[in-house]
């Protein structure tokens, strides 16, 4: 259906020629982006709902009393339902390490929640296929769980960073997440601990859902907007001549050139689309989207309130040798 409209808007009703630049990119931009948002919309409608059944403190009652591994394996797992920014999940965080939970596992938290989630896997899985989500969602969960087992290894608790007191607001996409959170505490139906019937399970999912599709919509636009100039205009041979499959650094490269930019997974996926079909690699245009999504600058300047530098680095360049081996590995096995 989507697909018809786009063709029935670009070349019938704007009679544009197909092989021109400006009506490849149009068509892109009018296919994915009402398409996007019928899939956001859905997901985190459903998603909305399931997290009403599991408080926060629950969960973290769960990891707190778990193994490391399990810990760390849990917590990768739980990051997946935080979706779209590292602000949402900052405050679990704290509230996680306030409640006694390693600082290991929390870590394994804090790395999957910006970097995998339920929309990554629709979107992924309706843009590209099931094998693209699923190796995705995996390779995800295993530098997740792997990450902040190492860190939990390291010993690295001095290094958290006094926090004197917390700002109401991020300014980033999800400021209606980040005003509701309070020390852990997602939503006043988490707060309460009482059971709830089943048409406010479905008011808070849509108010819920309403709130996260104004903060986001733009950026899903502005993301697909991006991914139609790069289908549209931008040439293969200038994709491919520096990170494409001859290139040794590749994986490298993409890294490099995703850290400068920020976007949850609903605006990096179009563009991911975009250059997959420009010919790079599935491990090299994956490693991307991770580092646009888990390693951006202001993801940096956001955590840095919360650990000290050393921390920081270590964090950062765990998640970051993380992706390049998937990558490599991505682009040897596919």
């Known amino acids: 259906m989507f697909k018809y409209i786009a063709d029935v808007v670009t070349y019938q009703w704007l009679n544009l020629p197909k092989e021109s630049h400006l009506a490849e990119s149009l068509n892109f931009f009018i296919y994915d982006v009402p398409k996007i ?42 990051g997946i339902f935080i979706p779209f920014c590292t602000c949402s999940a900052i405050p679990l965080f704290i509230g996680m390490l306030e409640s006694g939970v390693p600082l290991g596992v929390t870590m394994s938290f804090l790395v999957s ?139 490298i490269i993409a890294i490099l050139l995703g850290i400068p930019l920020y976007a949850n997974c609903a605006g990096a996926i179009p563009v991911v689309q975009a250059i997959l079909e420009k010919g790079l690699p599935l491990g090299t245009s994956l490693a991307f989207m991770m580092a646009v999504t888990g390693l951006s600058l202001p993801e940096f300047l956001i955590l840095r309130k919360v650990m000290k530098l050393r921390l920081l680095l270590t964090f950062f360049g765990i998640v970051g040798l993380g992706i390049i081996i998937t990558g490599y590995l991505f682009n040897w096995f596919f």
């Open 113 to 251: 929640s910006p970097m995998i989630n339920e929309i990554a896997l629709v979107l992924l899985w309706g843009l590209f296929g099931w094998k693209v989500a699923i190796t995705y969602i995996a390779s995800g969960l295993v530098i997740a769980t792997v990450g902040g087992f190492i860190i939990g290894r390291l010993k690295m608790e001095k290094y958290l960073e006094t926090l004197v007191a917390k700002p109401k607001t991020c300014g980033c996409s999800c400021k209606e997440d980040c005003s509701e959170q309070k020390n852990g505490r997602e939503t006043p139906v988490a707060v309460s601990g009482k059971p709830l019937a089943g048409c406010e399970r479905l008011m808070y999912a849509f108010n819920y859902t309403l709130n996260v599709f104004r903060s986001i919509w733009l950026y899903v636009m502005v993301g697909v907007g991006v991914g139609a100039l790069i289908h549209g205009y931008v040439p293969v041979e200038l994709v491919t001549k520096y990170a494409g499959p001859g290139n040794p650094f590749a994986v």
């Open 37 to 78: 948002y019928v899939l956001l919309i859905c997901v985190v409608f459903v998603v909305s709902i399931l997290r009403t059944f599991l408080p926060p403190a629950k969960i973290r009652q769960i990891l707190n009393h778990k193994t490391e591994w399990v810990g760390n394996i849990l917590a990768a797992c739980f």
